[in-house]
């Protein structure tokens, strides 16, 4: 009955977020904007991390809850060593990018915006990366993949063993 | 006002600018269907996320259905809210919101009073098309000491979300994920428990699904009555006798006490008492309390905690410990009715027909959800065993006369039992919002001044507004009153009083829209708020028409002083009357 819930975070984390927090003013109606930035810093999104933010912006973690799983692009797990992302953008589409993708979660054994055990590996889906000549697109870390077809998937996880 | 003319189903009407096609339709006495929608009129509520589409009407000239709740009437505007057209992509509407629900209605605990079954019933849909094939979510059911979620029977309403944000603003739920996910609840979908949830009720009260239900004890208590070795003694709450009839057919607003008695009786109860007698009981200590305090106030005293706040709701209660933990000297120490009830049931009268406390079963009947938590919090049990051992809410009661097979409209009328079922009244009027400052001044002026009171009705401490004010001139002393209810409405004055600047002696707050008459548990008003005005209306009825209406005169109240607690607040009232509240509030700290 009298025990509180704790939210623990490291000093810097909080001096962090409180800054980005204030540089918009608190303001409750820029959650996606801050909860952006905010990402954009850690990486991700952990319930530790929602909670500061709506504490300082004095709104529920509810509320900054729905905005984050409403949204794609935001996460809660942490992006894994090699982020693995497929583009899902037209051309890439019809050229197959769905099988793509299909291919890289039987292998690895995710789902979109999951990352694996060891952390070495995390699979997103992302909106046309500007690159349709080359459809369809596979971008690791900052290397990118063009003319990708189901059967070079296997090839291209071997690269980061 | 502007006005302008619209043609609805063939005829003409003149409404004001601005009106809705739903409420234009409405005041013709047409009935287009609605799911999502809802709204309280004088209470302010309104819950229109535009997004079930049931209510869907064709407008000539227009391409597309307009969905009538959302949709403001033009001038000329032909509209027809029953066309073929419209009939049919209702039907597709219904079924597309059926397809990913559970069809286990048999033993849901929501049939027979649901808004989507009923929806179903009244579109008459007799087979969901593509039903084996759609996602079914899975979510876990999630069961606290009050509300149990079964999220799988969500319909993205946003009702519960609507009362526990805007009117509540608890904010211990929202919506969450999109598509087929979408559902309400706490934040990382954890439980209720884990969320600065007050367990108003407020959301399971406008749920039109069994999505939010209350956690159902009447299994339990039948078992205790079939015990031959328990006495069990029940306590019916003020708000019910008000609220009862209406699951039977009788029409809001009529009070039923002597049948609600009866049935209780021959339910196999063995001691059928009242929680008004602890509501004056209430009057007695709280009273007392702002009495010491005010004295030491008018005396210079910085440490006189003024404004005194009420404490007999247990929504309320949660509420300050989550959010305002700082103030959590301010709140009287009295325990809320149900629970002085329970202590003084275990104590004065199991001494007095002499059996053990452990051979007893106390039964609380409550318009509210927040007493089955505050039930079972562990300051509130002797040994591990518990004042109040069950409570059940005004539906629960319903269900359990209806299990009995008891005619309730044609039950003749019995009384309470003595000595813990005399009351007056003042403690029927807890039921309503301003109802417990009420007879609380009528006790105060009394005791304070040594004279008679010249009036009794404090009219201007009553009405719906969400925050009100007055001033009682107590024999030359300005007593400065303050009234909220709904959490929102709370909060408004809370933070006055945070920052220094309330200008109130005392402070009645109540959760729940309406006070108890609009609990949690109460029977469901479907969005019809005249239903909550006329049940306040009963209660004031009632007071008006009882021999006794000041606490201080109740003589089982003065009874149980002279053989028991002694004085107001004396120690052993203390001791059974008064508790102390926590601080529940999530901290952030910095990891070492
Ligand atoms: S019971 Fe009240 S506080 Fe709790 S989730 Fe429902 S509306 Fe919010
Ligand atoms: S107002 Fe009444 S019904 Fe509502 S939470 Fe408080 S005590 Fe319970
Ligand atoms: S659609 Fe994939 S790069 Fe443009
Ligand atoms: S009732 Fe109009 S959209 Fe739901």
């Known amino acids: ?161 | 006002m502007e006005t302008i003319k619209i043609t609805i189903d063939n005829k003409q009407v003149e409404v004001e600018k601005g009106t809705t096609i739903l409420d234009a339709a409405r005041k013709m006495g047409i009935d287009i269907p609605t799911l999502c929608h809802m709204r309280l009129d004088d209470l302010n509520i309104e819950n229109k996320p535009g997004g079930c589409r049931i209510c869907v009407v064709e407008v000539q000239g227009r391409r597309n259905l307009a969905p009538a709740c959302i949709t403001q009437c033009v001038d000329g505007a032909v509209i027809r809210t029953h066309s073929p057209r419209v009939m049919n992509a209702r039907r597709t509407v219904m079924e597309f919101i059926l397809s990913d629900h559970p069809k286990d209605c048999l033993i849901c605990p929501k049939s027979g009073n649901c808004d989507l079954q009923n929806m179903a019933h009244r579109l008459g849909i007799r087979e969901i098309p593509g039903h084996e094939i759609a996602e079914i979510s899975t979510y876990r059911k999630d069961t606290s000491p009050s509300i149990i979620r079964d999220l799988d029977k969500c319909i993205m309403c946003r009702r519960c979300e609507m009362m526990c944000n805007e009117v509540q603003t608890v904010g211990a739920i929202g919506a969450f994920n999109r598509g087929f996910m979408a559902a309400v609840g706490p934040a990382y979908e954890q439980d209720l428990e884990h969320s600065p949830c007050t367990y108003c009720g407020q959301c399971v009260a406008v749920c039109p699904t069994g999505a939010l239900t209350e956690v159902d004890h009447t299994r339990e208590v039948l078992r205790a009555i079939v015990d031959p070795s328990k006495t069990v003694v029940v306590q019916t709450a003020p708000a019910v006798r008000a609220a009862l009839g209406e699951e039977f057919g009788m029409k809001p607003g009529t009070l039923v006490t002597g049948k609600m008695v009866t049935a209780l009786k021959e339910l196999g109860f063995d001691y059928v008492f009242d929680t008004d007698f602890a509501a004056d009981l209430t009057i007695m200590e709280e009273g007392t309390e702002l009495l010491t305090r005010l004295k030491k106030f008018l005396n210079g005293d910085k440490d006189a905690n003024i404004p005194i706040l009420t404490s007999c709701c247990p929504g309320w209660v949660n509420f300050f410990e989550h959010n305002y933990p700082e103030l959590r000297e301010v709140p009287s120490t009295a325990k809320s009715p149900q629970q002085m009830f329970g202590a003084i049931a275990k104590s004065y009268f199991a001494e007095k027909i002499n059996i053990n406390r452990k051979d007893m079963v106390v039964v609380s009947i409550m318009p509210c959800l927040a007493k089955k938590y505050e039930r079972q919090r562990p300051e509130f049990s002797v040994d591990g065993n518990p004042d109040v051992d069950f409570s059940l809410s005004t539906r629960e009661l319903a269900s359990f006369i209806r299990q009995a097979n008891i005619d309730f409209a044609n039950l003749p009328e019995s009384e309470f039992d003595r000595p813990l079922g005399e009351s007056t009244g003042a403690a029927v009027i807890f039921g309503n919002t301003g109802g417990v400052i009420e007879a609380a001044v009528r006790t105060a002026y009394e005791v304070f001044t040594g004279k008679k009171l010249s009036r009794i009705d404090f009219t201007e401490l009553r009405g719906m507004e969400g925050v009100r004010q007055a001033t009682i001139d107590v024999d030359g002393f300005p007593l400065n009153i303050g009234i909220a209810h709904g959490l929102g409405n709370a909060r408004k004055l809370l933070d006055d009083v945070k920052a220094g600047r309330s200008k109130f002696h005392a402070i009645e707050v109540m959760a729940c829209p309406g006070g108890c008459v609009g609990g949690g548990g109460q029977p469901l008003h479907h969005g019809d708020s005249a239903i909550l005005k006329a049940r306040a209306k009963a209660l004031y009825d009632a007071d008006r028409d009882m021999p006794i209406r000041l606490s201080h005169e109740n003589p089982y109240i003065i009874q149980l002083y002279k053989e028991y607690l002694g004085e107001p607040n004396s120690e052993k009232a203390h001791h059974l009357l008064h508790t102390h509240y926590f601080d529940r509030k999530a901290k952030i700290v910095v990891k070492q």
């Open chain 1, 1 to 161: 009955m009298s025990t509180t819930i704790k939210i623990e975070l490291r000093q810097q984390d909080l001096k962090k977020i409180h800054e980005i927090c204030d540089s918009f003013n608190n303001e409750p109606l820029e959650l996606i904007n801050i909860l952006h930035k905010t990402q954009e810093h850690f990486g991700y999104l952990p319930a530790e991390i929602q909670d500061a933010v709506a504490d300082k912006l004095n709104i529920s973690t509810a509320q900054v809850y729905g905005v984050v799983t409403f949204y794609s692009f935001f996460t809660m797990t942490p992006k894994g060593k090699h982020p693995i992302s497929i583009c899902m953008g037209t051309a890439c589409y019809v050229r197959g990018a769905e099988r793509i993708l299909d291919e890289f979660k039987k292998e690895l054994g995710l789902q979109v915006g999951q990352t694996t055990p060891d952390g070495k590996f995390s699979l997103s889906s992302l909106r046309c990366v500007g690159a349709c000549g080359l459809a369809p697109v596979v971008i690791v870390g900052n290397k990118t993949y063009g003319r990708v077809a189901p059967d070079d998937v296997k090839a291209i996880l071997k690269e980061y063993e």
